[in-house]
């Protein structure tokens, strides 16, 4: 969108310049999360990169360790990388790797069924977000960051409305 003074000026100068965050989408590749969990997860995703104007988001999978290293990834691709791991859960290498990425992303979103450990804290200048999926493992991995439960089922809704 133009700035104001440029009719006056006679000139197109930019005015406000819309910023596109960097995120990182960490998805729990564990053996609690089921296919369709995961494909819930990354459809939300989905749907979030798209409603952002977001074409590209780093991608970690990670179970009890992370599986290869962050790499950009686009809308398409979100949804035809195939699963890694299927073993145990451990947040905390898949936010550590998060955090070495350069520069470090502004928002982090991590794909799980909060079965699983998390660190203590948050990251540092980071926004986080938990993408939980309804299913048989499904609670509040911590006490930090926004949680977000990938379902419209009211029954569903009202029964993992105590996660926090």
């Not at 989408?25 to 819930?40: F, I, P, T, V």
């Not at 145990?88 to 982090?108: L, N, S």
């Not at 977000?148 to 996660?163: A, C, F, G, N, S």
Request: proline share 9%; net charge neutral.
């Amino acid at each position: 969108r133009p700035a104001k003074r440029s009719y006056a000026l006679g000139i197109l100068r930019p005015g406000l310049v819309s910023y596109e965050p960097s995120i990182c989408y960490m998805e729990d590749s564990s053996g609690s999360m089921g296919q369709k969990q995961l494909k819930a997860n990354r459809v939300e995703m989905a749907h979030a990169m798209k409603t952002l104007g977001v074409f590209e988001v780093w991608f970690i999978s990670s179970d009890a360790e992370v599986h290869g290293a962050p790499k950009l990834i686009t809308l398409a691709e979100l949804m035809s990388i195939p699963v890694t791991g299927r073993g145990g859960t451990d947040f905390g290498p898949a936010i550590e790797a998060m955090m070495r990425i350069r520069p470090v992303p502004d928002i982090g979103i991590y794909s799980t069924d909060g079965d699983g450990w998390a660190p203590e804290y948050p990251p540092r200048n980071v926004e986080f977000i938990w993408l939980l999926a309804p299913g048989p493992w499904t609670r509040s991995p911590c006490n930090w960051g926004t949680q977000i439960l990938t379902t419209d089922d009211p029954v569903e809704r009202k029964k993992y409305q105590l996660l926090v």
